[in-house]
């Protein structure tokens, strides 16, 4: 099994942190970086080769991966020269990729079975497979529903559901073929395109530990509770039977 890795942003978000370091190797519990975590677990998965998406200091994961030898991976590199967003990497590399990987974003901390997720991917028999996570918004305000000017109906600080993508994919090379290489585009482009050739793709709901570190908050958090959260992120897991 392959799995892509998009490492390439800037971290915007997550600064000053990320000045000097990407945020995939940001420190996790002192002694793990994010990207160690994720690449342990898609060892422990089944997984035998990643390709990492480099672009902001790039190097310095260059440094740290080197050829993931460490985690028993084969480890290979696409370094953007420009931007190129969460899907437009994957044109360049389309003929290196197997028929069907897993893409994921390399701020992702969860104890989600990535060889799972594939395996119903190519089960789907579609070209686009997400994870997905429920997540709940309580509203501050009290929400009116209003027509023609009038109140027809009043909610006190509701409590919104709603499935949130976790920055984790099922994906098939096929649904690589129409675009062309250098292009940048976003996960949100892909998915409306693919709603708009009439494909829907497939989803895999989740309910274990996830958590995007995009925020200080959530970095704060997660090196907070690492000590609880350490055995569900390294988890071993049996292999199945080839």
């Given at each position: ?53 480099i ?5 310095l ?21 420009r ?53 709940t ?9 209003v027509e023609s000017s009038?109140?027809?109906?009043f ?13 984790v ?14 292009r ?59």
């Amino acid at each position: 099994m392959h799995a892509v890795i998009l490492a390439g942003g800037k971290g915007v978000r997550l600064r000053p942190y990320t000045t000097t370091l990407p945020k995939p190797l940001m420190p996790i519990g002192d002694h793990h970086a994010i990207l160690e975590i994720v690449l342990n677990q898609l060892a422990d998965c089944g997984f035998r080769s990643v390709t990492l998406a480099i672009n902001h200091l790039g190097p310095l994961i260059r440094a740290f991966v080197g050829d993931g030898a460490r985690w028993g991976l084969r480890v290979d590199y696409v370094e953007e020269d420009r931007p190129l967003s969460t899907v437009g990497p994957l044109f360049n590399i389309r003929d290196r990729l197997p028929e069907h990987f897993l893409v994921m974003n390399g701020d992702v901390l969860t104890d989600l079975d990535y060889g799972d997720l594939l395996h119903q991917h190519e089960l789907s028999r579609c070209g686009l497979t997400v994870a997905i996570a429920e997540r709940t918004h309580r509203v501050e305000f009290g929400v009116l529903d209003v027509e023609s000017s009038r109140i027809v109906g009043f909610r006190e600080k509701p409590s919104l559901r709603y499935q949130v993508s976790m920055g984790v994919y099922g994906m098939s090379r096929s649904t690589l073929a129409p675009y062309q290489p250098g292009r940048s585009f976003g996960f949100d482009q892909l998915v409306l395109d693919l709603l708009a050739r009439g494909e829907r793709p497939d989803t895999y709901p989740f309910t274990g530990f996830w958590l995007d570190i995009g925020r200080p908050e959530d970095y704060d958090q997660v090196n907070r509770s690492f000590a609880e959260l350490k055995p569900v992120l390294f988890r071993q897991r049996q292999e199945e039977p080839v």
